[in-house]
């Protein structure tokens, strides 16, 4: 098996499968008084000292929540709510165009029933988001804008984008900017300090621990609204009893992913490096979208995202399955279909160009084997994926 | 052989599929999206919601099955082929048999085409049909029988169909379905277009061709015997929801007889008079030999209707079919099969009736 899919979830690391097992078996709610409660609550805050270690930001700013996209909620929506509370004036959201649903929807969703003016920001031909498209944006109305969002690295094509600059510029209105760094942890160096970020989202999955818990840094100064009200877990931000043994899990997947992050980026540009060129050898007309920038301040090292010219991505990927690579189209809706990338539209890419592209994605168990079995088969694949052709109905 | 098995979230291809398997074929399920994905490109966030219960089921049953599962987007092509196809026929007066059409332009059209490109040798369906030696023939459950809507499929086609249920009653199928685990096992069987929702073919396709009212005409005086909303609503043979103001003085049923939207009439007329002995079609299909000389048949002139001794022949590219027993309620655009007993020879869309 070919697993080139870790932008959608990368197995555990054996630091974090061993943290979590180890206490699954142990009783314990980190909110209860006794023994028991003390000894959960102990995991709990060595977790959020390890996670917010890992991550230059402190431990009272580590909110734990149920994974990525509920951190990225939170973040648009408890942002918007509390800036909008604190003044009315305040209900511009501005938003990059290839983020990730959770971030897109979540605006949406606030533009269609909470009256919020979402205001989409444009990138460039690699996906990029530049200061000056976020300072115009502000300058139009620095008084309405309640927050902006721009993630850390795009999941489709890896663009990294400049999260420093972008944070200095909303940082001159007063603006809280929110990251989504999901993809970023254990690829990139991530310093939300450094950063000037109002709130980072970061998940469990995505670095090597396990499903279905996230945080949201939130600086000391931010105020975000609560999405779940409850038993008060969480600065009040988000209620529920944490998940102990999962939050063991996911500071030990973040601690191992950022202190092996300078090797495993190196090691992962050369084998990224070595894949496309595989490709491009088999199939010459193959485009890489994206930064082809081989530098981590431009592209994740584990991103090869390509347009296929004559083939729809849900061919190939159904070939490529057959032969035991797995990787990734891009989005589909609920009922499973193919959708052409938004993230591509936005680049200016055409339909064509969208619908017929892959994104292989590299992560710590990633090796010259994967690329091998690549390289073997992505010219036959495509020459049986073009004899399909494209859609016209 | 790999087979692509086609499956809509229902038991017949479900178990269809099973079958394939077990047989020790290379089998891929895949479910087509048909339905239309209102916005899919338009906004930066927009995404299409499809039939996702029914897609949900197929993977389900794949899961159950272990094989491998797939959604092909097929809503562009359906929607030009089929739907769109399905509101002009009724627009012109006549009545499509949109299940007829999707088989023709859809699965066995640009599914399979797909699917032989990308190495597959053959389509199976859950449909109620055998192939024999090449040719189409009824289901064992006569019942259940859908050969007549896939009387349109050419020799080529049949060749790389495969009916994995069409020896099997229906119980049997629901049966075996529960045996292998398959939680569709006790899925309602499906009725009415699928693309109309709740069966109100008249209301959608109001929606698409506005309200055009006009007189309904009785065909003995030419008296209005009362107004309708739209010719193309109506369909030749119907008896129920003609809302005549005056009742026949006769006091007998009154029927469609015809539909004109370009002239806004629905004549109506007794039985009788809805009585055809010819049938003239237009496309001939042959999934056997063409005939060359007049053939003596059985002709079925609707989705499970009586099957009448016919003869039939083909003039100038047209079909020309005598029944020898006449036929009540053919309406234009609805397809003629011709059977050799159980077997099909060959179909076409009717076009005018005498």
């Not at chain 1, 009922?335 to 990338?341: F, I, Y």
Request: aromatic share 4%; net charge neutral; hydrophobic share 45%.
């Amino acid at each position: 098996m070919t697993y080139l899919d870790h932008a959608a979830t990368t197995p555990m690391l054996p630091e974090a499968y061993d943290a979590m097992s180890a206490l699954l078996g142990q009783v314990g709610n980190a909110s209860s008084l006794h023994a028991a409660g003390r000894r959960a609550r102990r995991h709990v805050e060595e977790a959020r000292e390890r996670i917010a270690s890992a991550l230059g930001a402190r431990p009272s700013e580590v909110v734990f929540t149920g994974g990525g996209t509920e951190a990225d909620n939170l973040a648009i929506k408890g942002l918007f709510w509390a800036r909008r509370a604190a003044d009315p004036r305040r209900r511009r959201v501005l938003v990059s165009r290839v983020e990730h649903h959770a971030v897109l929807d979540a605006a949406e969703w606030l533009g269609a029933h909470e009256g919020a003016d979402v205001r989409w920001l444009d990138v460039d031909a690699v996906g990029r988001i530049t200061p000056d498209v976020l300072r115009d944006a502000l300058a139009e109305a620095p008084d309405a804008v309640a927050l902006a969002s721009v993630m850390w690295a795009n999941n489709e094509v890896g663009t990294v984008q400049p999260v420093a600059e972008l944070a200095a510029v909303a940082a001159e209105h007063g603006v809280p900017l929110h990251t989504d760094a999901v993809q970023a942890v254990g690829q990139l160096p991530v310093d939300f300090a450094a950063s000037g970020l109002a709130a980072l989202t970061v998940t469990g999955h995505k670095c090597g621990g396990p499903l279905g818990v996230g945080a949201l840094l939130v600086g000391r100064s931010v105020t975000v609204a609560p999405l779940l009200h409850g038993g008060g877990q969480e600065r009040d931000v988000r209620s529920g009893t944490l998940d102990t043994p999962a939050v063991a899990g996911f500071a030990a997947a973040v601690d191992a992913a950022a202190r092996e992050q300078p090797q495993r980026a190196q090691r992962l540009t050369a084998l990224r490096g070595a894949l496309v060129d595989a490709i491009r050898a088999a199939v010459p007309d193959a485009v890489l979208n994206g930064d082809p920038a081989r530098a981590l301040d431009r592209r994740l090292p584990g991103n090869a995202h390509l347009s296929f010219p004559g083939c729809e991505g849900d061919a190939l990927l159904m070939l490529l399955d057959a032969r035991g690579i797995e990787c990734s189209t891009g989005s589909a809706c609920s009922a499973g279909v193919a959708r052409p990338s938004h993230v591509l539209l936005a680049m200016g890419a055409d339909e064509h160009r969208a619908r017929g592209s892959l994104r292989f994605s590299l992560g710590h168990s990633s090796t010259d084997a994967d690329v091998a079995a690549v390289a073997e088969a992505i010219g036959p694949v495509v020459e049986r994926a073009r004899r399909a052709g494209v859609r016209r109905p | 052989m790999r087979v692509l098995a086609a499956m809509s979230g229902g038991v017949d291809s479900a178990v269809a599929a099973a079958r394939v398997a077990d047989a020790g074929h290379d089998v891929v399920g895949v479910h087509l999206a048909l339905a239309a994905a209102p916005g899919a490109h338009s906004s930066v966030a927009a995404r299409g919601c499809c039939t996702s219960e029914d897609a949900r089921d197929a993977r389900r049953a794949a899961d159950v099955l272990g094989i491998p599962f797939y959604v092909w987007d097929l809503a562009a092509e359906f929607a030009a082929r089929v739907v769109d196809d399905f509101v002009a026929e009724y627009a012109s007066g006549r009545t499509p048999n949109p299940c007829l059409r999707c088989n023709e332009t859809i699965k066995f059209a640009a599914v399979l085409d797909r699917a032989l490109a990308l190495g597959f040798d053959a389509l199976a369906t859950g449909h109620y049909a055998r192939v024999d030696g090449g040719r189409l023939r009824r289901a064992v459950d006569t019942a259940k029988d859908q050969s007549y809507v896939l009387g349109v499929l050419t020799p080529d086609q049949l060749a790389h169909a495969l009916f994995p249920v069409g020896g099997s009653t229906k119980a049997e199928v629901r049966d075996e379905a529960a045996r292998r685990g398959l939680a569709v096992a006790a899925k309602p069987d499906s009725h009415d277009v699928c693309f109309v929702p709740f069966g109100n073919t008249a209301g959608w396709l109001r929606e698409r061709l506005g309200s055009a009212p006009g007189p309904v005409l009785d065909a003995e005086t030419g008296a209005e015997l009362g107004r309708h909303d739209g010719a193309f609503a109506f369909t030749v043979g119907q008896r129920r929801g003609l809302r005549l103001d005056r009742p026949a003085a006769d006091g007998r049923p009154r029927y469609v007889l015809g539909v004109a939207p370009a002239e806004r009439t629905v004549t109506v007329g007794t039985r009788e008079r809805l009585a055809v002995t010819t049938v003239e079609g237009e496309r001939p299909r042959w999934s056997g030999p063409v005939p060359d000389r007049p053939t003596e048949c059985l002709a079925q002139l609707r989705a499970h209707g009586e099957a009448l001794p016919a003869v039939a022949r083909v003039e100038q590219g047209r079909l020309r079919v005598t029944l020898r027993t006449p036929a009540y309620g053919v309406a234009p655009g609805q397809a003629v099969v011709l059977y050799d007993g159980d077997t099909v020879l060959g179909s076409a869309t009717v076009t005018a009736t005498g």
